[in-house]
């Protein structure tokens, strides 16, 4: 019996919330329009009016920004955890921060020494075709 009044809280908390959330479902439901019409049904996107085809293929680039964006978050994440505790981390926490710093600079560099960090008009002057700035085909 002891742990049943343990759960209580628990209990009482996932009652309130799902009565909450389902009190505001309905009132949306209840107070939300019920006509539609073709604008409202209409795609919208930060107030520009789509054109064209959704499926336009998107260049690497703008992939390869994107992750290079996440890598180096990331690794700006950890290194700044790193800086705030440094005093207690001491030699091993020096040793695994150099370790990382080291292995993310590695793959640059192979990243960089394969090509892939070259797209644009330079990269069409050192013979790079266009085919391989591409998305390919699904």
């Not at 389902?22 to 409202?40: C, E, I």
């Amino acid at each position: 019996m002891p742990l049943f009044f343990e759960l209580i809280p628990l209990i009482a908390y996932t009652a309130a919330t799902v009565l909450i959330i389902g009190g505001l479902l309905a009132a949306a439901w209840w107070l939300g329009a019920k006509t539609t019409s073709r604008n409202k049904e209409m795609p919208y996107e930060s107030g520009v009016i789509p054109s064209g085809a959704a499926r336009r293929p998107l260049s690497v680039p703008f992939y390869l920004i994107a992750i290079f964006f996440i890598v180096f978050d990331v690794e700006t994440a950890f290194i700044f955890t790193w800086a705030t505790e440094w005093e207690q981390l001491g030699l091993p926490g020096l040793l695994h921060i150099t370790f990382f710093i080291v292995a993310l600079l590695l793959g640059l560099a192979w990243l960089w020494v394969k090509g892939g960090l070259e797209w644009g008009p330079s990269a069409r002057r050192h013979g790079v075709s266009s085919q391989a700035l591409r998305k390919p085909s699904e």
